[in-house]
Structures are given as structure tokens and as C-alpha cells.
């Protein structure tokens, strides 16, 4: 298990500026980050001298760039817009995430931010506040995540004049054709070997701890794995800035990496999984205790279980993400956990006994790391909080077991979403709301979208 050098929360906010300053005299430019709540991440560009501002007094944004759909488009519903004067609200830098932008044109920086209001409350519209509120539940049960994100995308190469649908395909390596599988093949990763080298300096330039990169089960895509960390805050940030790196390093290399669920129907889509124990005050990880463990563990995952079909559009927040859940293509259908079976939604790794910890393989790699990672957390807390016991463990294709199908329809997600006394405990009730308009707002477009199936077939 690896973990991050602690942030030390007694220095002054600016002592990490000056340090940083000090490293790279020569910085001239900042980028200010803040994910919204589709993970797109948004902010500004400014010049060097803001940096010290995001970090006392803030940077101002409109509240309501957490009321946008996928395609950056004001949702009134949420509320957020106009018919509240589209109000500001202030940024503040997150302690520790100040860092270099290896792949700028010119020496630059980048911090985290996290929304407030006019009054310095922190913004119920934030994702990465509904994570800092699961956390504090968690610490308050003595307990503290530790969280590991995996996270699957395809390398894409432009394919100029043909049609918008088709303007993308896989990277393939030394000529195989697009039909192999090549799964975990050592050829696909060298043929890729500059780019990978890439993502790996900028990685350690970031402090991004990725540990494995695989070849996967598709041409062109490729897995990321993260290191262990004993900070779930952390973890999550980890998850967004390695997917900026990749995309950004792609760019540089003339491609284009798509964390997109399903971008072809034929193939194995993208998943975002996560590895979660739970460590006590003295470092150690619950589920591993012999007297407990084992209990533990089975309330944790049944409170997975059940809380996962009401959680699912946060797991699944986009369209195209439910394209992914078919039978057979190792992403789950079906509410089931088990022992070392990848069929299930909820597997527990074979492995060495002191390092037991479930993975949660449902959500796609679109989708929010801060609201994943607070859905399962809450879950596993009202498991073992209310002693829970989960149905028996399948050994076997799950896709053909007796167990609840999840949601495969994203209205269906959002009907479970609105209703739901889980969610509305987990993220409150104003963001329940919001997610909700925006998700309802997003199915209006798809659904009044002509596909050229349709034409082809009937015009």
C-alpha cells in the first residue's frame, strides 16, 4: 500500500505558494480547475499572481457552472441560472494540489479548486463537497478509506473525411487488424512505448501515483491503474488529473484518448473501477481483522448491494454509459457480489488476506470520481452500520444468476435517483434535485435526436 506525503495543515496557505514559487521561479500562468458535476473540468487561465489569491481570498466563479449538461448548456431547472441572478461564488485552492503543467507552451502551474458561497459555506452543488461530507461520516466511525481507481480508455487516431460518427477510430499496433483481442499484449504497449513514457514523467511531475498499465480487452484501449491511497479526497483528485494527463499527452502525440463508456459498439466499453478497504485509527485495515473482518466486510457489501440500484445514475450518469452493461462483456447486469469472479458488480479480489478490500466494477470511466467514490463509501457505511448480511456470494456467471438486474435504462436511473431516501442522505436534497434536472434535461436531447438509423431505414 503507497500513499502520498501528508499535507501539512498547520502551515499558512501561502507557505505551499512560496514553496512552489520557489521550485519554479519562472512559472507565468496558472490554470484553476473545478470539475463540474458531469466530471468536465472547467476554469479559468490566469496569470501567475492569481495563484496566491486562490489560496486567501478566492477566485470567483458563477454557482451555476455546476447547473450545466454534458454539453456545457445552462439547465434552468437546476435553478442556478438566471432566476437566481446567476450568482458568484468563491474558489478556493485545495491544500496540496498545486502543481506543474509539464505539457504547457509556457512554465505553468495548476491548482484544485472547491466552491463556496458569498458567505463561505461550502456549495451544495460541488461534487467534491458531497465527497468531503461522506469522508467526514466515515471519520467519524473511526474509519478511513483507502481507495485505489482504475481507469480504461482508448487511444483514437483522426480518420479525416468521413462522417462525424466515424471520424475517430482505435490505434492499432504493427498492423493487426481491428477484429483481435490481444488482450494483455506486451506488443500494444510498446508499439506505444514514447506515449506511455509520456504519461509517466507527467505523472511524476503531477505527483499522480499510477503503479500498472495493461493492454485491454479491445484494440486501442488501454487500462491505468492508480496506487493505493488512505485519503479518499486524494484518490479522487488522482483519478481526474491522470485523466487530463492522458488526454493532454495524447494530444501532443497526434491522438486522442477518449474515457467515453462505450465508443464502439463491437468492443468492450470503459469502465472506472475502484478498490476500497477501510482502515482504523491505528493504520489497520478492518476487513483483515481476524475477529471482525469477515463480518465487516459482508455489511459493507451488502450495503453495496442495496443501495446500488438507487445510486446507479451516479455510477452511469450518461447515455451512451448504458450501452456498456451487456451480458458477457465484464461490465455487471446484475445486483451480485463474489469472491475473485470479474461477472459480479461488487468482486473481492484474491490476494494477500491483510490487503482485503471489495471492487466496485459498475461505474464507467465518464463518469464523477467524487460522487462514485461518496456513493460507495455511504453504502458500505449503512451496511456496517446497520449490521447488514448480503445474499450468498455467486461462483459463477453472474449475468445468468438469480439476482435483481440493475437499471439499463438511464431514465429508469433517474426515477430511482429522485426517489431515493439513500441519495438524498448521501449528496442532500437540493443536489438530488439538480443532478435530476440535468440528467432529465440530457435524455430531452438525446430523445429528440434523429439517429441515421432511422433515416437510413425510413426516409
Not at 468536465?40 to 451555476?64: C, D, E, H, N, Y
Not at 484518448?257 to 466499453?269: L, R
Not at 481483522?289 to 463480518?295: E, H, Y
Not at 479480489?349 to 464507467?364: F, K, M, N, Q, T
Request: glycine letters at 8%; aromatic letters at 8%.
Amino acid at each position: 500500500m503507497t500513499s502520498q506525503p501528508p499535507v501539512d495543515c498547520t502551515a499558512s496557505p501561502l507557505d505551499e505558494v512560496e514553496r512552489y514559487l520557489a521550485a519554479h521561479p519562472d512559472t507565468e500562468a496558472v490554470e484553476l480547475l473545478i470539475t463540474d458535476t458531469n466530471a468536465v473540468m472547467r476554469g479559468k487561465w490566469a496569470p501567475a499572481g492569481t495563484i496566491q489569491k486562490a489560496f486567501t481570498s478566492g477566485v470567483a466563479f458563477p454557482l451555476s457552472m455546476f447547473g450545466l449538461d454534458v454539453w456545457g448548456r445552462e439547465v434552468m431547472e437546476t435553478g442556478l441560472h438566471v432566476d437566481t441572478g446567476d450568482r458568484d461564488g468563491f474558489c478556493m485552492a485545495v491544500p496540496g494540489s498545486l502543481r506543474p503543467v509539464p505539457w504547457a507552451d509556457v512554465p505553468t502551474a495548476q491548482v484544485i479548486l472547491t466552491m463556496a458561497t458569498e458567505g463561505g459555506q461550502p456549495f451544495h452543488g460541488d461534487p467534491r463537497q458531497a465527497l468531503e461530507r461522506t469522508m467526514a461520516r466515515a471519520n467519524a466511525a473511526g474509519l478511513r478509506p483507502c481507495v485505489a481507481f482504475e481507469l480504461e480508455f482508448y487511444l483514437l487516431t483522426a480518420a479525416p473525411g468521413e462522417s462525424a460518427a466515424e471520424a475517430y477510430r482505435p490505434v492499432l499496433s504493427f498492423g493487426d487488424g481491428p477484429d483481435r483481442q490481444n488482450m494483455y499484449a506486451l506488443s500494444d504497449l510498446s508499439a506505444h512505448a514514447s506515449f506511455f513514457a509520456d504519461v509517466r514523467a507527467a505523472a511524476k511531475a503531477q505527483a499522480v501515483p499510477i503503479d500498472t498499465i495493461i493492454s485491454e480487452a479491445a484494440p486501442g484501449q488501454f487500462e491505468v491503474n492508480l496506487k493505493h491511497r488512505v485519503d479518499g479526497l486524494a484518490a479522487a483528485d488522482d483519478a481526474l488529473m491522470l485523466k487530463r494527463l492522458i488526454q493532454e499527452t495524447a494530444r501532443r502525440h497526434g491522438l486522442r484518448a477518449t474515457f467515453m463508456a462505450k465508443p464502439f459498439m463491437p468492443w468492450a466499453g470503459n469502465g472506472m473501477h475502484l478498490h476500497v478497504s477501510l482502515v482504523d485509527g491505528d493504520g489497520n485495515n478492518v476487513f483483515a481483522d481476524p475477529a471482525r473482518g469477515q463480518s465487516t466486510l459482508e455489511s459493507a457489501v451488502a450495503g453495496l448491494l442495496d443501495t446500488m440500484a438507487p445510486a446507479m445514475l451516479v455510477f452511469v450518469p450518461t447515455w451512451n454509459g448504458y450501452r456498456r452493461l451487456l451480458p458477457g462483456s465484464y461490465a455487471p447486469t446484475r445486483i451480485a457480489w463474489g469472491h475473485n469472479n470479474r461477472s459480479v458488480a461488487v468482486r473481492i479480489p484474491a490476494g494477500d488476506p491483510s490487503a482485503l478490500r471489495v471492487e466496485h466494477r459498475i461505474a464507467g470511466a465518464d463518469a464523477n470520481p467524487y460522487l462514485v467514490l461518496s456513493a460507495i463509501l455511504a453504502g458500505m457505511l449503512d451496511g456496517i452500520e446497520g449490521g447488514r448480511t448480503p445474499p450468498p456470494p455467486t461462483d459463477r456467471n453472474a449475468y445468468e444468476a438469480p439476482a435483481p438486474e440493475l437499471p439499463d435504462q438511464m431514465d429508469e436511473a433517474v426515477g430511482l435517483f429522485r426517489k431515493s431516501d439513500f441519495v438524498r442522505r448521501t449528496f442532500g436534497v437540493e443536489y438530488q434535485a439538480m443532478f435530476a434536472a440535468i440528467k432529465d434535461a440530457e435524455i430531452a436531447a438525446f430523445r429528440s435526436e434523429i439517429s441515421p438509423l432511422e433515416r437510413s431505414t425510413y426516409l
